[in-house]
C-alpha cells in the first residue's frame, strides 16, 4: 500500500548537500583528526560556534560572542538543560497552550506544572500575559516564559513584533527568564525574517536556543544555546555529557565557513514549493471542511476542522488509507482533544503532497457526524 507520511518533522533528504558535505568531511578529518580523539568541553567546537555566531549576527544585526554560545545535541538537549537548571519538580513554567511535543514531554518528565497561554495569528497572547501572571501570585511565580516565537511548533505562527516588546517588558519588570526557541527561524520562505528576543532588547534574562536540525539535518544532532555568562554557567553546570560531537561540528564548521547563507537559501527553495503543495491542496479540497495555516517559513501546516469530526474515526480511516499526520492532542500541554492536526512536509515527496491531501481531505469528510457547514472560516477564533 502507499504511505503519506506526514507525521513527523523532517528535512528533505532530496536536496541534501552530498558531495559538500563529503568534501567538507574529508578536509575536516585530515584538519582535526587529533582533536577528534579528544574531549570538546561544555562549550564545544570552537570553529563552529564561531560560524553560528556569525550567523546569529548577520541575521539579528546585533553583535553575538562565540564565547556566549554553547553548541550541544539538538535543540532538545537545550530545552532540557535549561529546565533542568532553572526548575524543581512542581515549580510552574509559562509555556504556548499548543507547542512542540517534545518539549512538554521533557518538562512533563522534569514533573513542571505548565501553563498555556492562548495562541492566535499573531502568536502567544502576550495580551493575556500579565493577569495570569497575578492570578498566579508570587507563590506560583513562573520559573521562565518558554515561547517558540518564529513558525511556531505546530501552528507556524510569528509572535508580532508588538507582542515580542510586550513579552519582553513584562519578564524584565518581573524579574522572569525568557526562554526562546527558534529551531526553524532560518527556515524561511516569505517577507522579512522576524528579529529574536535578544536583539531586540539588553534583558540579560532572555536564553536563546537555535539548531541545524531543521534547516540541513536531524541526524547531525547539533544546535546551541546563546545566553549571557551567569545564566550560561548555571545551565552548562547541568551539563555532564563531556561536550558535543565534535566531529559534526568540525563537519558544518567547514561546510559553512565561507557561507552559510547561499545553502540556506538553497534547500528553503524545495521547502517552500512543498509547502505551497499543501497550502494549495488543503484550499482547493478541503473547502467548506477545513482551513490552513500558510506559514512564511518552518516545516508544518496547521489544520483545522470541525467539531464534529469523530478523531477516533479520522485516525483508522486515515491508517487504513496509509495517510498519516500529528494529532492536535500532541501538542496541547493537557492532551486536550482539540479539532487540529499538523501536516509535517519537510521530507514528503512532492507526488505524494499531491496525491496525499485528497485522501486525508475525504478522511476528513467521512469521519464526520454531521453535514452542517462548519462554524470557521478562520484558523483562530
Known amino acids: 500500500m502507499r504511505t503519506f507520511d506526514f507525521a513527523v518533522g523532517q528535512t528533505n533528504p532530496e536536496t541534501f548537500p552530498i558531495e559538500r558535505v563529503q568534501e567538507a568531511a574529508k578536509t575536516a578529518i585530515a584538519k582535526e583528526y587529533a582533536q577528534i580523539t579528544t574531549y570538546p568541553g561544555k562549550l564545544g567546537h570552537a570553529g563552529l560556534r564561531a560560524v553560528m555566531a556569525k550567523r546569529e549576527s548577520e541575521r539579528e544585526g546585533v553583535s553575538v560572542s562565540a564565547e556566549e554560545l554553547t553548541l550541544l545535541n539538538g535543540s532538545m538537549q537545550a530545552v532540557t538543560l535549561t529546565a533542568e537548571a532553572l526548575t524543581q519538580p512542581g515549580d510552574t513554567v509559562i509555556c504556548e497552550e499548543v507547542t512542540y511535543s517534545g518539549t512538554i514531554g521533557a518538562y512533563r518528565s522534569l514533573e513542571i506544572d505548565m501553563v498555556g497561554m492562548p495562541v492566535d495569528e499573531d502568536g502567544m497572547r502576550v495580551d493575556l500575559l500579565e493577569a495570569k501572571l497575578d492570578e498566579l501570585g508570587e507563590a506560583r511565580k513562573p520559573k521562565f516564559i518558554y515561547a517558540l516565537t518564529t513558525y511556531q511548533n505546530p501552528t507556524g505562527t510569528n509572535l508580532s513584533l508588538e507582542r515580542r516588546h ?3 517588558e513584562i519578564a524584565a519588570s518581573r524579574d522572569i527568564p525568557i526562554v526562546e526557541d527558534n529551531c526553524y527561524g532560518d527556515v524561511h520562505y516569505d517577507g522579512e525574517k522576524p528579529r529574536s528576543l535578544y536583539a531586540l532588547s539588553d534583558y540579560e534574562n532572555i536564553i536563546y536556543m537555535c539548531s541545524l536540525s531543521k534547516i540541513l539535518a536531524p541526524g547531525m544532532r547539533l544546535g546551541y544555546i546563546y545566553a549571557q555568562p551567569k545564566l550560561l554557567e548555571t545551565i552548562l553546570a547541568r551539563r555532564h555529557d563531556g561536550g558535543g560531537n565534535y566531529l559534526a561540528a568540525a563537519v558544518v ?5 565561507h557561507d552559510v547563507w547561499s545553502l540556506t537559501d538553497e534547500l528553503n527553495e524545495s521547502l517552500k514549493v512543498k509547502k505551497n503543495l499543501v497550502v494549495d491542496g488543503i484550499r482547493d479540497e478541503g473547502e467548506g471542511i477545513c482551513v490552513s495555516s500558510n506559514p512564511s517559513g518552518g516545516l508544518f501546516v496547521w489544520v483545522r476542522f470541525p467539531d464534529d469530526v469523530d478523531q477516533e474515526k479520522l485516525a483508522q480511516l486515515t491508517s487504513e488509507r496509509g495517510f498519516f499526520y500529528a494529532s ?4 496541547h500541554i493537557h492532551s ?3 479539532p487540529y492536526l499538523r501536516l509535517a512536509f519537510g521530507h514528503v515527496p512532492d507526488d505524494d503532497i499531491r496525491d496525499g491531501i485528497p485522501v486525508l481531505i475525504q478522511c476528513l ?3 464526520r457526524t454531521s453535514n452542517e457547514r462548519p462554524h470557521f472560516s478562520t484558523l483562530f477564533d
Open 328 to 331: 492536535g492532542a500532541n501538542f
Open 365 to 367: 469528510r467521512e469521519a
Open 253 to 257: 564548521a567547514e561546510l559553512y565557513k
Open 166 to 168: 510586550k513579552l519582553i
Open 336 to 338: 486536550k482533544q482539540i
